[in-house]
Protein backbone atom coordinates (compact mmCIF):
# COMPACT_ATOMS: atom_id res chain seq x y z
CA UNK A 1 0.00 0.00 0.00
CA UNK A 2 1.26 2.83 -1.22
CA UNK A 3 1.93 5.64 1.39
CA UNK A 4 3.04 9.78 1.00
CA UNK A 5 3.64 11.73 4.06
CA UNK A 6 4.45 15.03 3.63
CA UNK A 7 6.19 17.46 6.32
CA UNK A 8 7.98 20.96 6.41
CA UNK A 9 4.83 23.05 5.69
CA UNK A 10 4.32 26.16 7.60
CA UNK A 11 3.38 30.26 7.72
CA UNK A 12 6.67 32.48 5.92
CA UNK A 13 6.48 35.83 5.35
CA UNK A 14 6.85 36.83 1.75
CA UNK A 15 10.98 36.16 0.69
CA UNK A 16 11.38 33.33 3.08
CA UNK A 17 11.75 30.06 3.11
CA UNK A 18 10.66 26.34 3.61
CA UNK A 19 11.75 22.97 2.69
CA UNK A 20 9.05 20.22 2.44
CA UNK A 21 9.65 16.38 2.45
CA UNK A 22 8.14 13.54 1.81
CA UNK A 23 8.45 10.56 3.18
CA UNK A 24 7.01 7.32 0.88
CA UNK A 25 6.12 3.50 1.57
CA UNK A 26 4.65 0.37 0.84
CA UNK A 27 6.43 0.68 -2.75
CA UNK A 28 10.05 0.80 -4.25
CA UNK A 29 10.60 4.38 -3.95
CA UNK A 30 14.13 4.64 -6.01
CA UNK A 31 11.98 2.63 -9.04
CA UNK A 32 9.75 5.83 -9.58
CA UNK A 33 9.35 9.54 -10.38
CA UNK A 34 7.86 11.79 -8.07
CA UNK A 35 6.40 15.61 -7.89
CA UNK A 36 5.26 17.91 -6.16
CA UNK A 37 2.11 19.22 -7.03
CA UNK A 38 -0.26 22.69 -4.60
CA UNK A 39 -3.69 23.67 -4.90
CA UNK A 40 -4.40 26.97 -3.78
CA UNK A 41 -7.97 28.14 -2.55
CA UNK A 42 -10.43 27.78 -5.06
CA UNK A 43 -8.06 26.79 -8.05
CA UNK A 44 -7.04 23.20 -9.33
CA UNK A 45 -4.24 21.10 -8.31
CA UNK A 46 -1.25 22.37 -10.23
CA UNK A 47 1.94 20.20 -11.21
CA UNK A 48 5.09 22.36 -8.80
CA UNK A 49 7.98 20.31 -9.99
CA UNK A 50 8.69 16.41 -11.15
CA UNK A 51 12.38 14.39 -11.05
CA UNK A 52 13.03 11.46 -11.94
CA UNK A 53 13.33 7.80 -10.41
CA UNK A 54 17.59 8.79 -10.12
CA UNK A 55 17.40 12.45 -9.77
CA UNK A 56 19.02 13.09 -12.80
CA UNK A 57 15.97 15.29 -14.47
CA UNK A 58 13.87 17.37 -13.13
CA UNK A 59 11.03 19.97 -14.39
CA UNK A 60 9.19 23.19 -12.66
CA UNK A 61 6.47 24.98 -13.87
CA UNK A 62 6.98 28.04 -14.51
CA UNK A 63 6.45 30.04 -11.70
CA UNK A 64 8.08 28.73 -9.35
CA UNK A 65 11.30 27.99 -12.07
CA UNK A 66 14.76 29.19 -10.12
CA UNK A 67 12.92 29.34 -6.65
CA UNK A 68 11.79 26.40 -6.22
CA UNK A 69 14.47 22.95 -5.87
CA UNK A 70 13.33 19.52 -6.01
CA UNK A 71 15.62 16.53 -4.88
CA UNK A 72 15.12 12.97 -3.78
CA UNK A 73 17.18 10.68 -1.38
CA UNK A 74 15.95 7.19 -2.71
CA UNK A 75 18.40 5.68 0.69
CA UNK A 76 15.60 7.67 2.60
CA UNK A 77 12.73 7.15 0.16
CA UNK A 78 12.51 10.92 0.46
CA UNK A 79 11.57 13.53 -1.96
CA UNK A 80 11.97 17.05 -0.84
CA UNK A 81 10.88 20.26 -2.12
CA UNK A 82 12.80 23.81 -1.36
CA UNK A 83 11.21 26.69 -1.57
CA UNK A 84 13.37 30.03 -1.95
CA UNK A 85 12.03 33.47 -2.23
CA UNK A 86 8.28 32.40 -1.51
CA UNK A 87 5.73 34.83 -2.60
CA UNK A 88 1.93 35.63 -2.00
CA UNK A 89 0.69 33.60 -4.62
CA UNK A 90 3.04 30.61 -3.52
CA UNK A 91 0.29 29.81 -0.64
CA UNK A 92 -1.45 26.57 -0.65
CA UNK A 93 -1.55 22.63 0.24
CA UNK A 94 1.14 21.45 -1.01
CA UNK A 95 1.25 17.13 -2.16
CA UNK A 96 3.27 14.70 -2.83
CA UNK A 97 2.90 12.37 -5.54
CA UNK A 98 3.78 9.05 -7.33
CA UNK A 99 2.62 9.65 -10.88
CA UNK A 100 2.70 5.87 -11.70
CA UNK A 101 -0.31 4.71 -8.92
CA UNK A 102 -1.97 7.88 -9.15
CA UNK A 103 -0.92 8.36 -5.11
CA UNK A 104 -0.85 11.17 -3.31
CA UNK A 105 0.07 12.67 0.19
CA UNK A 106 -2.65 14.25 2.78
CA UNK A 107 -0.52 17.54 1.91
CA UNK A 108 0.57 20.14 3.69
CA UNK A 109 -0.43 23.47 4.26
CA UNK A 110 1.84 26.57 3.13
CA UNK A 111 0.86 30.08 4.12
CA UNK A 112 2.60 32.93 2.77
CA UNK A 113 1.98 36.20 4.47
CA UNK A 114 3.22 39.38 5.73
Known amino acids: QVQLVESGGGLVQPGGSLRLSCVAS????????MSWYRQAPGKERELVAGITRTGSFTNYADSVKGRFTISRDNAKNTVYLQMNSLKLEDTAVYYCSVPHFGSWGQGTQVTVSS
Open 26 to 33: GFTFSYYA
